[in-house]
């Protein structure tokens, strides 16, 4: 059965509806999307809408139909530079006296027009590229004049000031929206009232329509979605302290301005709590400072049992816990969804609920500090009062909220670039152990008992493409925006992150910021089951190094061990005509400044002569300061031993920049792009999502820590790479552009990375063939079980394919990353599981073999004036050891059994080029 109970009639006389207002945000693109079942003859001329600009220019119209010369059409008109763009076809009376859902769209920017009939393109043209801007009247049901009525009935009209795809709008014309939708400027229903359902508000006038109670054929209904259940017995989630800023502040010790939000389903009056800012009775009190009040609740939300209201506590630095209720008794029912907000400022607190103010009262006393009090969702210490019910979009800001922000974002996800927002647990990955925090702050929290369901929860569901959009300008390096919530496809696991804080700080980092947690939840909550003293944060114990370990570390003999198996393999071409047979060339003529104490040469090249079966070193040719050197091949030679260190430097910054962020973690972000935000129904998504997991994540989270950025001065902000380097951030990206602008899936096999002669030590070529063999073969097994249901849904690679070639940056005489057949699809997913297992593990497990030892090579070489050398040295062996000690997803551990007996099976061509205990499933560091 239907949920549209009334549809919008129209009897092509005088019937039509203005909308109040115009559209001034749509501009450069547009969607019109309805459900219609028409009357008119195929000897009318009728209009089902039309919009005019404050020139009284047409900007819109759809004729549905319009009787033509010899025929009767669909015409799509939308622009008004000089006239309208118009693309229109021929059509049957069977094409629109059903109930059909249309959706005509137009892009500016690309030039495209397109009509589609119940998901499907109808008709489309290309070129059109007049502008949409000054939308100021916008009537539906006839022309703008009141002419060219249209008879028949309209349901679901909707306005997006955005092309939407074939995949969008086949996803959501069956669906019910919310009204928050990303892009969506018009919604209605048109159930009952022509009120419009977005926060634009732009209601409709009716002129002589009537309603007409109807069925339409599909069922239009608000799609479920994750949230997280609480019992009420024992369920909560524990969100420790808060994570700290550069200043050593904590984001969640709020005491003098707050917002809390959360979105409320209330399963019974008993317990009630939802934000609870609580010392922990476990917890020792701290030496030499006073006892704190371990009954003190520092600032929460709950739903009092006995009036149903909902209640603000809090507690002053004279130890005193205060209750604030508000002045309207708005009383919270159960089994219904309500969203409650708190602010607090200016000394006072106000209560608000579905975005109507409950009243205010001023603060008595000032906050306690609560930088040592525990975040708990769910659950209050002491009495054990635990919440029962469902709880989704948890938010808590530094800042006040008005009345106004909350209305207008209390039924739509936040774009994570919100001033002021500290904490933002959405609660919708329906799976795992971990509430992720989406801030940049990751006040992750482990969940205690409290289970994942589905809820019609009244806030608007994001598709793949709003979840996963891009930053960035196309023709430049397209990534997930950083600026926004992490989708919960991409949280990283319980594992990753215990593992990540251990490696990082040894195991009292990961008792400290996860372990604890998983304590807690072992042992149902119970915080006497924690230990009254946890290890002080340490590093953890470096693991050996190669070169300290290699006492011919300076050797000749080394230097070429290096370049054919360290962390920059597959360097090395063949040239002829030269007394030499191989060089390794980089390139550095693209940087335009360097750190006044840094020494880069513009560029190095490596020589190297075959003999017999082994290589030996020939010469280095360098540019540097404007002038070229060649120091031949001299053991013990200052020049000599000058010029490999400034090889070794050149190269560990280009493997840095170029190798491992631009071919391998760049590289891969735009596949996983293109998979997250296409790849839903098609078998695909099982191969390849294992070998995806954390590259965004990373990515996302990492380009500010590894990169650095500017700040809203446009000043530079050094990320690890950027001081341990010469280069700053600008200049980084020079070299990941070179390197990205030649990555393509076409001509990914490692063979044209391979020696063409046999070299004794090359354990890279046998290692890199033979993982190519053991992945080409894995691939092409699962393409043989898979094939008919990989065509049944090509619509969606056809989606990815759009996405790859409209975002690479790759170079146009390589074409584009467009996925034309079946073998592309297939040797698409061979070149990303090989480059996201075996060539990342090679690059990232192997840098701190050499890079750990800054006595041998550093990451760019430095002048002794250097007043930040130490530190720069510091930095970099901390940094190698961390990023090669984190090895999550690991294949011998979770991957495919199937893959794992392959790679078993050939273990003695993989080692010892790369040990099996190092290959990971994933880019997951």
Same mark, same amino acid.
């Given at each position: 059965?239907?949920?549209?109970?009334?549809?919008?009639?129209?009897?092509?006389?005088?019937?039509?509806?203005?909308?109040?207002?115009?559209?001034?945000?749509?501009?450069?693109?547009?969607?019109?999307?309805?459900?219609?079942?028409?009357?008119?003859?195929?000897?009318?001329?009728?209009?089902?809408?039309?919009?005019?600009?404050?020139?009284?220019?047409?900007?819109?119209?759809?004729?549905? !139909?319009?009787?033509?010369?010899?025929?009767?059409? @669909?015409?799509?008109?939308?622009?008004?530079?000089?006239?309208?763009?118009? #693309?229109?076809?021929?059509?049957?009376?069977?094409?629109?006296?059903?109930?059909?859902?249309?959706?005509?769209?137009?892009?500016?920017?690309?030039?495209?027009?397109? @009509?589609?009939?119940? +998901?499907?393109?109808?008709?489309?043209?290309s070129g059109q590229k007049r502008l949409l801007g000054g939308i100021q009247?916008?009537?539906? +049901?006839?022309?703008?004049?009141?002419?060219?009525?249209?008879?028949?009935?309209?349901?679901?009209? &909707?306005?997006?000031?955005? %092309?939407?795809?074939?995949?969008?709008?086949?996803?959501?014309?069956?669906?019910?929206?919310?009204?928050?939708?990303?892009?969506?400027?018009?919604?209605?229903?048109?159930? *009952?009232?022509?009120?419009?359902?977005?926060?634009?508000?732009?209601?409709?006038?009716?002129?002589?329509?009537?309603?007409?109670?109807?069925?339409?054929?599909?069922?239009?209904?608000?799609?479920?979605?994750?949230?997280?259940?609480?019992?009420?017995?024992?369920?909560?989630?524990?969100?420790?302290?808060?994570?700290?800023?550069?200043?050593?502040?904590?984001?969640?010790?709020?005491?003098?301005?707050?917002?809390?939000?959360?979105? $409320?389903?209330?399963?019974?009056?008993?317990?009630? %709590?939802?934000?609870?800012?609580?010392?922990?009775?476990?917890?020792?009190?701290?030496?030499?400072?006073?006892?704190?009040?371990?009954?003190?609740?520092?600032?929460?939300?709950?739903?009092?049992?006995?009036?149903?209201?909902?209640?603000?506590i809090y507690s002053t630095k004279d130890k005193r816990n205060l209750v604030?209720?508000?002045?309207?008794?708005?009383?919270?029912?159960?089994?219904?969804?309500?969203?409650?907000?708190? $602010?607090?400022?200016?000394?006072? $607190?106000?209560?608000?609920?579905? *975005?109507?103010?409950? +009243?205010?009262?001023?603060?008595?006393?000032?906050?306690?500090?609560?930088?040592?009090?525990?975040?708990?969702?769910?659950?209050?210490?002491?009495?054990?009062?635990?919440?029962?019910?469902?709880?989704?979009?948890?938010?808590?800001?530094?800042?006040?909220?008005?009345?106004?922000?909350?209305?207008?974002?209390?039924?739509?996800?936040?774009?994570?670039?919100?001033?002021?927002?500290?904490?933002?647990?959405?609660?919708?990955?329906?799976?795992?152990?971990?509430?992720?925090?989406s801030c940049f702050s990751d006040n992750f929290g482990m969940i205690a008992?409290?289970?994942?369901?589905?809820?019609?929860?009244?806030?608007?569901?994001?598709?793949?493409?709003?979840?996963?959009?891009?930053?960035?300008? @196309?023709?430049?390096?397209?990534?997930?925006?950083?600026?926004? !919530?992490?989708?919960?496809?991409?949280?990283?696991?319980? &594992?990753?992150?215990?593992?990540?804080?251990?490696?990082?700080?040894?195991?009292?980092?990961?008792?400290?910021?996860?372990?604890?947690?998983?304590?807690?939840?072992?042992?149902?909550?119970?915080?006497?089951? @924690?230990?009254?003293?946890?290890?002080?944060?340490?590093?953890?114990? %470096?693991?050996?190094?190669?070169?300290?370990?290699?006492?011919?570390?300076?050797?000749?003999?080394?230097?070429?061990?290096?370049?054919?198996?360290?962390?920059?393999?597959?360097?090395?071409?063949?040239?002829?005509?030269?007394?030499?047979?191989?060089?390794?060339?980089?390139?550095?003529?693209?940087?335009?400044?360097?750190?006044?104490? *840094? #020494?880069? !040469?513009?560029?190095?090249?490596?020589?190297?002569?075959?003999?017999?079966?082994?290589?030996?070193?020939?010469?280095?040719?360098?540019?540097?300061?404007?002038?070229?050197?060649?120091?031949?091949?001299?053991?013990?030679?200052?020049?000599?031993?000058?010029?490999?260190?400034?090889?070794?430097?050149?190269?560990?910054?280009?493997?840095?920049?170029?190798?491992?962020?631009?071919?391998?973690?760049?590289?891969?972000?735009?596949?996983?792009?293109?998979?997250?935000?296409? $790849?839903?129904?098609?078998?695909?998504?099982?191969?390849?999502?294992?070998?995806?997991?954390?590259?965004?994540?990373?990515?996302?989270?990492?380009?500010?820590?590894?990169?650095?950025?500017?700040?809203?001065?446009?000043?530079?902000?050094?990320?690890?790479?950027?001081?341990?380097?010469?280069?700053?951030?600008?200049?980084?990206?020079?070299?990941?552009?070179?390197?990205?602008?030649?990555?393509?899936?076409?001509?990914?096999?490692?063979?044209?990375?391979?020696?063409?002669?046999?070299?004794?030590?090359?354990?890279?070529?046998?290692?890199?063939?033979?993982?190519?063999?053991?992945?080409?073969?894995?691939?092409?097994?699962?393409?043989?079980?898979?094939?008919?249901?990989?065509?049944?849904?090509?619509?969606?690679?056809?989606?990815?394919?759009?996405?790859?070639?409209?975002?690479?940056?790759?170079?146009?005489?390589?074409?584009?990353?467009?996925?034309?057949?079946?073998?592309?699809?297939?040797?698409?997913?061979?070149?990303?599981?090989?480059?996201?297992?075996?060539?990342?593990?090679?690059?990232?497990?192997?840098?701190?073999?050499?890079? *750990?030892?800054?006595?041998?090579?550093?990451?760019?070489?430095?002048?002794?004036?250097?007043?930040?050398?130490?530190?720069?040295?510091?930095?970099?062996?901390?940094?190698?050891?961390?990023?090669?000690?984190?090895?999550?997803?690991?294949?011998?551990?979770?991957?495919?059994?199937?893959?794992?007996?392959?790679?078993?099976?050939?273990?003695?061509?993989?080692? !010892?080029?790369?040990?099996?205990?190092?290959?990971?499933?994933?880019?997951?560091?």
């Amino acid at each position: 059965m239907s949920e549209q109970n009334f549809v919008l009639t129209f009897d092509g006389v005088n019937d039509r509806v203005e909308l109040s207002k115009g559209f001034p945000s749509i501009e450069k693109a547009i969607t019109i999307e309805f459900w219609a079942k028409g009357e008119n003859s195929l000897a009318q001329q009728t209009s089902i809408l039309e919009a005019y600009n404050a020139q009284n220019v047409r900007v819109l119209n759809i004729h549905l !139909p319009w009787k033509h010369i010899a025929d009767t059409r @669909i015409f799509w008109d939308a622009g008004n530079q000089n006239g309208f763009d118009r #693309i229109e076809k021929p059509v049957q009376l069977t094409d629109y006296n059903v109930w059909t859902h249309w959706a005509f769209v137009k892009d500016a920017v690309t030039g495209q027009m397109y @009509i589609y009939q119940n +998901g499907k393109v109808w008709h489309q043209g290309s070129g059109q590229k007049r502008l949409l801007g000054g939308i100021q009247k916008f009537v539906i +049901g006839s022309f703008a004049s009141a002419t060219n009525y249209w008879k028949g009935s309209l349901a679901e009209f &909707r306005i997006w000031n955005q %092309a939407r795809t074939q995949l969008e709008i086949e996803q959501q014309m069956n669906r019910r929206l919310v009204g928050s939708e990303r892009g969506l400027v018009g919604y209605f229903p048109l159930d *009952g009232d022509v009120s419009d359902r977005t926060i634009a508000g732009n209601n409709g006038k009716l002129y002589e329509t009537t309603w007409t109670k109807a069925e339409l054929p599909v069922k239009l209904e608000t799609q479920q979605q994750s949230v997280l259940s609480f019992d009420g017995k024992d369920d909560y989630i524990s969100c420790g302290k808060g994570q700290s800023s550069d200043k050593g502040l904590r984001f969640l010790n709020l005491t003098q301005t707050l917002t809390l939000e959360a979105w $409320v389903n209330l399963g019974s009056y008993q317990g009630g %709590a939802i934000f609870t800012k609580q010392y922990n009775p476990a917890e020792p009190d701290k030496p030499g400072q006073p006892s704190l009040d371990k009954a003190a609740i520092f600032y929460g939300l709950f739903i009092e049992e006995s009036t149903k209201l909902p209640m603000f506590i809090y507690s002053t630095k004279d130890k005193r816990n205060l209750v604030f209720g508000g002045t309207t008794k708005t009383e919270i029912a159960l089994e219904k969804w309500y969203h409650l907000a708190v $602010v607090v400022s200016n000394q006072q $607190v106000e209560l608000f609920v579905n *975005g109507q103010s409950q +009243g205010a009262a001023k603060i008595e006393g000032a906050f306690a500090d609560n930088s040592d009090a525990d975040l708990l969702i769910g659950k209050r210490y002491v009495d054990n009062s635990y919440f029962a019910g469902q709880l989704a979009e948890l938010r808590i800001w530094n800042i006040p909220r008005t009345a106004a922000e909350i209305q207008a974002n209390l039924s739509r996800r936040l774009e994570n670039i919100e001033p002021g927002l500290v904490g933002y647990w959405l609660l919708e990955k329906g799976s795992g152990e971990i509430a992720y925090d989406s801030c940049f702050s990751d006040n992750f929290g482990m969940i205690a008992g409290a289970t994942w369901s589905k809820s019609k929860l009244p806030i608007a569901i994001l598709n793949p493409k709003e979840k996963f959009s891009y930053a960035g300008k @196309i023709g430049d390096i397209r990534a997930l925006d950083a600026f926004k !919530p992490l989708p919960s496809e991409v949280h990283p696991p319980a &594992r990753w992150l215990a593992n990540f804080y251990q490696s990082a700080y040894g195991l009292g980092g990961a008792t400290k910021d996860v372990l604890v947690r998983q304590v807690l939840m072992e042992n149902g909550g119970d915080p006497t089951k @924690i230990p009254a003293k946890l290890p002080a944060k340490q590093i953890a114990t %470096a693991p050996e190094n190669l070169t300290r370990l290699r006492p011919d570390k300076y050797s000749d003999e080394f230097f070429v061990e290096r370049r054919l198996n360290g962390f920059n393999p597959g360097q090395l071409k063949r040239v002829q005509n030269q007394p030499w047979q191989y060089v390794i060339r980089y390139d550095m003529g693209g940087i335009q400044k360097i750190d006044n104490h *840094g #020494i880069l !040469p513009k560029l190095i090249e490596a020589r190297f002569c075959l003999e017999g079966q082994q290589l030996t070193p020939h010469s280095i040719e360098y540019t540097l300061f404007g002038e070229t050197q060649v120091q031949t091949q001299r053991p013990g030679d200052q020049d000599w031993e000058w010029a490999k260190k400034l090889f070794r430097c050149t190269e560990f910054l280009y493997h840095e920049t170029g190798i491992h962020l631009g071919r391998l973690h760049l590289n891969i972000d735009q596949y996983a792009m293109a998979f997250y935000r296409n $790849v839903i129904n098609n078998p695909i998504q099982k191969l390849l999502e294992p070998h995806l997991e954390i590259v965004l994540n990373m990515n996302t989270r990492g380009v500010f820590a590894i990169l650095g950025y500017k700040d809203k001065d446009g000043k530079d902000v050094d990320g690890a790479v950027t001081f341990l380097s010469c280069v700053d951030v600008d200049n980084m990206y020079v070299l990941i552009r070179q390197e990205l602008s030649n990555m393509t899936y076409r001509n990914g096999n490692p063979r044209s990375q391979f020696l063409p002669d046999y070299v004794t030590n090359n354990h890279f070529d046998r290692s890199a063939s033979t993982m190519w063999r053991i992945i080409t073969d894995y691939v092409s097994r699962f393409f043989a079980n898979n094939r008919a249901s990989i065509q049944s849904y090509w619509s969606e690679i056809v989606g990815m394919s759009e996405d790859l070639s409209a975002n690479s940056i790759l170079k146009k005489e390589l074409g584009t990353l467009d996925i034309k057949t079946m073998q592309d699809l297939q040797d698409l997913c061979v070149y990303v599981i090989y480059n996201s297992t075996f060539y990342h593990s090679w690059v990232n497990n192997k840098q701190f073999e050499d890079a *750990g030892d800054v006595d041998y090579v550093t990451m760019s070489a430095w002048k002794d004036t250097d007043p930040l050398l130490a530190a720069r040295h510091a930095k970099q062996i901390l940094s190698m050891q961390n990023l090669t000690a984190v090895r999550c997803n690991l294949i011998m551990d979770v991957g495919p059994a199937e893959l794992k007996d392959a790679i078993w099976k050939q273990r003695a061509q993989i080692e !010892p080029g790369l040990p099996l205990e190092k290959l990971m499933m994933s880019i997951s560091i």
